[in-house]
């Protein structure tokens, strides 16, 4: 009896549905659920049986055989309606039954409620008692929360004078770095800046001593031209020389004997051209000496410049009478027929042309 008064008190009183209402619903259920399938079962055994058989065309054995089985299938379906029906109804009596059995053990007595009021009695004090550990609890809580909170202050109160002094430390070796670092910088600008003035220094060196060299090697080539020019001059000198005491025809006393007779021919006829210009002129001093003429008409002018043109030929024929001698002279010594401006050899036809000739073509042409 107290064993099913406990599980009376532990079994929730509230959500369990009356008496009537479960044996309704348990009456009820499962005919909503099959009266239909056992109705239309038995209509349509009914009908079956009811309705007769039309008249049919004499059929196959196997179309009777198909029929045969069709019959069976439907019989044995309106046997299976009535199991289930039966099975649901004994099914719902057995619920109804259970239902009565826990209805009627949850109903508590007058010991269980005495009983349930010592255990609520005992529960409320077991609760009083928890409150006031959960609060003893707290209290204990609150103050380790707040020694730790203390400690934690501390802690970072020595955590961030750490931090200082480290970030002190840090600073002045940072600080030491940076002084260093410009010292090694301007250290490498120094240096750099010694390197480039000596590499400056160096490359003047190397230039002014390039340039020396260059000057040097110029002189050294100008004096190469030079003694080029020198051996030139001298070779041009010396066949300057040798050309002016050559004899072009020296070794031809015929063609040399010719131009002497010729240059003597020449020499006679020039001498008596001399004699008949002066002898001229002369004549026209007399004649002007003689005769008076009107200085009106101007025949006296012409006179004197006729007479002065005869004696002008006349020099120029003495003129040519001394180159004539020359040219006798060097045909003595054999240097007649060298040009006097390239001392080349003037040509033959030239010389037997012209009576005397002391140059050649191209030095004639160039004068």
Do not use: W
């Not at 209805?103 to 609520?120: D, E, N, R």
């Not at 501390?154 to 200082?164: E, L, V, Y």
């Not at 600073?171 to 490498?188: G, L, N, P, S, V």
């Not at 490359?203 to 090697?217: G, S």
């Amino acid at each position: 009896m107290p064993l099913n008064a406990k599980n009376a008190v532990k079994a929730p009183v509230k959500k369990t549905p009356p008496k009537a209402v479960v044996k309704k619903a348990a009456a009820k259920a499962p005919i909503k659920k099959s009266a239909p399938k056992v109705v239309v079962a038995t209509k349509a055994s009914k009908t079956a049986a009811k309705k007769p058989a039309p008249a049919k065309p004499v059929a196959t054995r196997a179309a009777v055989k198909k029929a045969a089985v069709k019959k069976a299938a439907v019989k044995k379906s309106a046997v299976k309606a009535v199991a289930t029906k039966a099975s649901a109804t004994k099914a719902s009596a057995k619920k109804a039954s259970v239902i009565k059995t826990v209805t009627k053990a949850t109903t508590p007595t007058a010991a269980q409620k005495v009983i349930a009021a010592q255990k609520a009695a005992a529960a409320k004090a077991k609760a009083i008692e928890a409150a006031k550990a959960l609060k003893d609890r707290e209290a204990k809580a609150k103050a380790a929360a707040k020694a730790k909170a203390a400690a934690d202050k501390a802690k970072a109160a020595a955590a961030a004078k750490a931090r200082k002094e480290r970030e002190a430390k840090a600073k002045a070796a940072a600080k030491e770095r940076e002084i260093q670092h410009k010292a090694r910088e301007r250290a490498a600008a120094e240096a750099k800046k010694q390197r480039e003035i000596d590499a400056k220094r160096k490359a003047v060196e190397a230039e002014k001593l390039r340039k020396q060299r260059e000057i040097e090697r110029r002189n050294l080539e100008e004096l190469k031209r030079q003694e080029r020019r020198d051996a030139e001059e001298r070779r041009r000198v010396e066949a300057l020389e040798r050309k002016m005491h050559s004899k072009p025809y020296g070794s031809d006393l015929v063609f040399l004997e010719e131009l002497r007779t010729l240059l003597i021919e020449s020499r006679a006829a020039t001498i008596n051209q001399i004699g008949i210009s002066e002898s001229e002129a002369n004549e026209m001093l007399v004649d002007r000496e003689r005769l008076e003429y009107d200085d009106e008409d101007g025949s006296s002018v012409a006179s004197d410049i006729q007479r002065d043109q005869l004696k002008d030929y006349a020099a120029a024929l003495r003129l040519k009478v001394d180159e004539i001698e020359v040219a006798l002279a060097r045909i003595d010594d054999g240097s007649y027929g060298r040009c006097d401006e390239c001392y080349e050899a003037i040509s033959k036809p030239r010389l037997l042309a012209q009576l005397p000739v002391f140059t050649c073509v191209s030095c004639r042409a160039s004068v």
